[in-house]
């Protein structure tokens, strides 16, 4: 699909290597997303950090990007646009993104950055597109491997650990036969998740009725029906139509005394029994930010730039909802959560805690100042916590800022670029690989 894009490389190495500029000296960087979720804003805001860290932005911009207001900044001009999880809004989003003069799309899901994609396609000089949050791109034709890929795009997948996840989900329930699978026809993530569940469960012997949504007004009666059919737990794909939903189906799902399984531990905040996978958007989104960086310096060829993938396990339980259900949660569940509702409140584990902090490059100092202040924090309530709490919060955020300023850190952050470039190599094994495939 894409080897006319490989021809293409030479010609357009030049001007993607260095980005555009507006009329007014200064690139301009578009922030679409789909919707506002916690796990998307948890990204921009990392790459917003990395902006400050590599001095794009300032102090004062940083805090207005932090309440994602849009700026005229000394270096860079910044906007925001949501679609609002309606699909019919994106086209209108990414046209309206260009006619505002953006020189760099940063498309965060995989419908927003399918529609983006096809839409520069048809542009003579496509403008360049960075992608984050983004499942299976592959499978949604974004592009064929990791350097074979249209000349004007690349960024960061984020890879659902479903085998994991799956064997996690059974540890609640290990004399599971049947389950239930809920996914949106129209979310090629959501697909590919299903598709991926369902053969991991009919490996195992069991049972899968599976239930394909257009929209979240579905999802009662999906959810209904699954339980009609007798299945013993439903268990989610990473899906927009099911994220936004995952409140409804937890409710019908609950009132049915049936178990909810997702793979993002953060799920457990919106009803899911259990939660197991991928969970650490912050990391993915300081990549994120460092390809963008990186290209606004000059330093980085999109065309030449691999598809970064972004993988990681991290469980979340709701002892709530176990309780509700009448289930234990078994102690080799319990030990390896990294996130709990328990009464109506959230926190992370020290082990949860610890793991993030050290993903983000955290000092000793930090991680101990943050184990302090998460100690009596409800995770789900953050942002109605009391003013002293909020301050400490943004001293350990300006710590974290500084120490990835570090001699040390720099250096893995021109590594970890280093690491994308594909070379001639890569190419035609990954060629070889998808002509084999083909056969």
Known sequence: MFKRQLIAVI????????????????????????????????????????????????????ARLNERQDIEGEKINI???????????VNIMVDNALDRGADILLTLSTPVTQIALNITLDQDEPKPVLFSAVYSPYHAGLADAPCIKPAHITGSESVPPYEKAFQIFMLQNPALNRFGLIYSSHDASGIYGAETIAAIGESLGLEVESAAVTSVSDLRSATQS???????????PFDYTVAIGLPIIATVA???QIPVFHPHPGSVLAGAT??????????????TGLMLTAYLNGD??????????QSGLSVGINLDVANTLGIDIPPELNDMAEMVVRDGES???PLGLLRLLDSMGASDEVKQMAA???????????????????????????????????????????????????????????????DSAAQ
């Open 347 to 349: 926190a992370m584990s």
């Open 79 to 89: 906007f925001w646009a949501d679609a609002s999880y309606d699909l019919t809004n």
């Open 274 to 287: 259990v939660g197991a996978g991928f969970y650490n958007f912050y990391t993915q989104g300081i990549s």
């Open 300 to 309: 980085l060829d999109l065309a030449t730039t691999a598809i970064d993938s």
């Open 254 to 256: 609950t009132e049915n």
């Open 226 to 236: 699954l339980a009609n059919e007798g299945v013993e737990a439903i268990i989610l």
């Open 372 to 434: 302090a202040y998460l100690q009596d924090v409800d995770l789900s309530a953050m942002a109605s916590q009391s003013g002293e709490q909020q301050q400490a919060a943004a001293m350990i955020n300006r710590m974290l800022i500084e120490g990835r300023k570090s001699p040390e850190n720099m250096a893995a952050d021109r590594a970890y670029l280093d690491s994308l470039q594909c070379t001639p190599e890569m190419v035609a094994e990954q060629q070889a690989a998808l």
């Open 11 to 62: 010609v357009l190495t030049f001007w993607l290597a260095a980005p555009a500029m507006a009329q007014d000296g200064k690139p301009t960087v578009a922030f679409l997303r789909f919707g506002l979720s916690l796990s998307d804003a948890s990204l921009e805001t990392a790459v917003i950090d990395t902006l400050l860290v590599y001095e794009w932005i300032t102090a004062e911009e940083h």
